[in-house]
């Protein structure tokens, strides 16, 4: 391409950002969303009200004409564009969105693995496994999930998460590491190995921080642990999002740890101390405290979907949906392992072998975003910025999860009814799906 080509992509644009749909075009240079064009605003969608029998003869036919000039005009601002385009020496490549919604890419804040591969591999041809696999399924942004693992096995996901980014051709699509654990609590492990928790060191951030400067973005940990008030403020001194998990804090300790600086907790009601009246614990401090940002991992399982609802309802555009992913992602029921523990994967539902404990979900993002329309009753528009604008905005990521002028062009493709990913373009160039 040269420099003064761009590219359109044109159709019914879902901004990420919860606005309603509207017709228009994406316009790209470089990677990056130039600017948009706004030509209508149709809610109607073909497909949709041909199916709806309930839908008035009348009503039918006018909303068939309103789309029918939505569409001509977004025809007319495409050749407005390409001949605008082609006077400066460019040549514009348009796609078009049909029977699809344009939507932004998803942003993953929590995933181990997937395909078969999982992050503590530390092999850059596993992260490649598991980074296609996600990517094929929407997640433009990931962030890489590190396990309670030995110190020196931590090192070495961490070089080869680094190594991967700066080298592979997917490496865009990881936007940083997210430490789930060491400094976590033998009370809630989930299906953390507890055989290798650590007191909180503030040095070993300091340590992995200089080591690859911006490579960490989120470090989980329990603020009940010993030295975690160094830690969180160590963390968040270098612009890492300070998060409770797989903790037993009291409401109290809660307290104290917001005002050490931490801002998100995972997984919300998993792997930590719950709400009681009389000591609502890490649950009610995340409900009560908007400081805190959260994760739902929307499988269907990990909650009651009114457990979910409950959290969603009170947390508002302060909760994003997660994975929180293991290797089983996108692989047929079986034995599997998670860290060096293992895992039965049966009906896509992950458990410890030795005590039934959940083990991550099998989860991708395109599914997790269904689920969550699904158990809530939300249009994509509601439901989206929980799957891109808002886990973006948790770790500071201002240019993803959005569709707007200046974002990352990383988009998808989404089918309407079943918020399949059809097509995914990461930084501007789109990727194959097939075999998704
Ligand atoms: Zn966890």
């Not at 039934?356 to 975003?369: I, K, Y």
């Not at 329309?373 to 528009?381: E, F, K, P």
């Amino acid at each position: 391409m040269s420099k003064e080509d761009k590219q359109a992509v044109a159709g019914l644009i879902a901004d990420g950002l919860g606005g309603e749909p509207y017709y228009g075009i994406v316009v790209i240079e470089d990677g990056v969303i130039e600017r948009m064009i706004k030509t209508g605003t149709s809610q109607h969608d073909l497909e949709t009200m041909a199916i709806d029998i309930e839908l008035a003869q009348a009503e039918l036919e006018s909303a068939q004409a309103e789309l029918e000039s939505a569409h001509a005009e977004l025809e007319s601002a495409l050749a407005d564009l390409q001949s605008a385009v082609s006077d400066k020496g460019g040549a514009l490549h348009i796609t078009r969105a049909e029977k699809a919604i344009i939507a932004p890419g998803f942003v993953d804040l929590h995933v181990h693995g997937g395909g078969g591969a999982d992050v503590m591999d530390a092999d850059k041809e596993q992260l490649a496994v598991m980074i296609g696999h996600h990517l094929r399924h929407g997640s433009t942004s990931i962030v890489a999930t590190t396990m309670t693992a030995p110190k020196a096995d931590i090192e070495k996901a961490l070089a080869t998460v680094e190594t991967f980014r700066c080298t592979s051709p997917l490496g865009g699509a990881i936007i940083g590491v997210h430490l789930e654990g060491p400094f976590i609590s033998p009370v809630y492990p989930g299906a953390q190995n507890p055989s290798h928790i650590a007191a909180a060191h503030a040095d070993w951030i300091e340590d992995w921080n200089a080591r690859h400067p911006g490579l960490l973005r989120i470090l989980t940990l329990a603020p009940e642990t010993e030295g975690a008030e160094k830690t969180i403020r160590t963390a968040v001194s270098h612009g890492i999002v300070a998060a409770c998990g797989h903790s037993n804090a009291t409401y109290d300790m809660m307290q104290s740890a917001i005002g050490w600086g931490v801002t998100h907790s995972v997984h919300c009601c998993n792997g930590m101390r719950p709400f009681h009246h009389r000591e609502p614990g890490v649950v009610g401090a995340i409900l009560l405290h908007a400081e805190l940002s959260t994760e739902l991992i929307m499988d269907g399982h990990h909650l009651h979907p009114a457990s979910s609802d409950l959290v969603r309802r009170v947390k508002g555009n302060r909760v994003c949906v997660v994975t929180d992913a293991m290797r089983a992602s996108g692989m047929p029921d079986g034995e599997y392992t998670l860290g060096d523990l293992d895992v039965n994967v049966r009906e896509g539902i992950a458990r410890l072998k030795e005590d039934g404990s959940l083990a991550g979900s099998t989860l991708t993002m395109q599914s997790a975003l269904a689920e969550l329309i699904r158990q809530h009753g939300l249009a994509l528009h509601e439901a989206l910025p929980h799957a891109t604008s808002i886990p973006a905005g948790i770790i500071g990521a201002a240019d993803k999860g959005r569709i707007e002028a200046g974002a990352a062009a990383d988009l998808l493709l989404l089918d309407p009814a079943a918020y399949t990913v059809q097509e995914v373009m990461l930084g501007g160039s789109w990727i194959g799906v097939e075999g998704s």
